[in-house]
């Protein structure tokens, strides 16, 4: 069975500090992976996947088959990242996003 | 911008009580979704639909679920018999595409209340 895994409940940094929000996946195929955010409030909308190779808002992730890791970072945070994020797997043949528990990023002032 | 939209916000139910929450999804969207999130946990994916039919569903989703799309713009989730434990926040949503191009927009949720 699939498996998302975000080790970390809560994590906490200072504005302009580096951030990486850790995801790490079991699936023995080619997965598609997600980074969903859902700021205070507001609905869970896409943050980035890693099939488009984008930065969006900063933020990037890469996947490392090796490692089963599709890990979300920022050089620098901003206060308006604070938000819950959440790492989601898409498996081949599948419209099921399994979904991590998700990371509480706080960033303070 | 489009967005995917859920009614009501907030439903309270008594136990055993048949409860129906709405969504209208991104109207050229042609994949459907509902997710729930039990306070504390997971996103849990229930059931996926397309062209009229589910096209996958969770082992959650047991025939105290239904899905339906009455018309051109809704897409409903049908409790029968609510129990405690389906008290969550549920999610709908839509995609342009299926398959490995799926991009789920999601709706702001509709938080049942079982008691």
């Known amino acids: ?18 951030v990486e929000l850790k995801c790490n996946y079991s699936y023995s195929g080619s997965p598609e992976l997600f980074w969903y955010v859902q700021y205070s409030r507001q609905r869970l909308q896409l943050l980035l996947r890693h099939i488009s190779r984008e930065s ?52 303070n002032p | ?51 009229n039919e589910i096209s996958e569903k969770s082992e959650i989703f047991d025939d105290q679920f239904s899905v339906e799309r009455p018309d051109g ?11 405690l434990e389906d008290s969550a926040m549920y999610f709908c949503a839509s995609s342009p595409l299926g398959g490995q191009a799926t991009e789920a927009f999601f709706g702001q949720g509709t938080r049942l209340t079982v008691v």
């Open chain 1, 1 to 18: 069975a699939q498996r998302v895994t975000q080790p970390e409940k809560l994590l906490s940094v200072f504005k302009g500090a580096p």
């Open chain 2, 73 to 83: 713009s809704n897409f409903t989730l049908k409790i029968r018999s609510t129990k």
């Open chain 1, 56 to 107: 969006i808002k900063g933020f990037t992730a890469d996947l490392n088959k090796g490692e089963t890791s599709f890990h979300l970072k920022k050089p620098f945070a901003q206060e308006e990242d604070s938000a819950m994020y959440y790492c989601a797997l898409l498996r081949g043949g599948s419209e099921k996003l399994v979904f991590g528990k998700g990371t509480k990023l706080t960033v």
């Open chain 2, 1 to 51: 911008e489009p967005e995917v939209t859920q009614t009501p916000s907030h439903q309270v139910t008594q136990m055993g009580q048949e409860v129906i929450l709405r969504c209208v999804p991104i109207s050229n969207h042609l994949y459907f979704y509902w997710y729930r999130q039990i306070l504390g946990q997971k996103v849990e994916f229930l059931v996926s639909f397309y062209n």
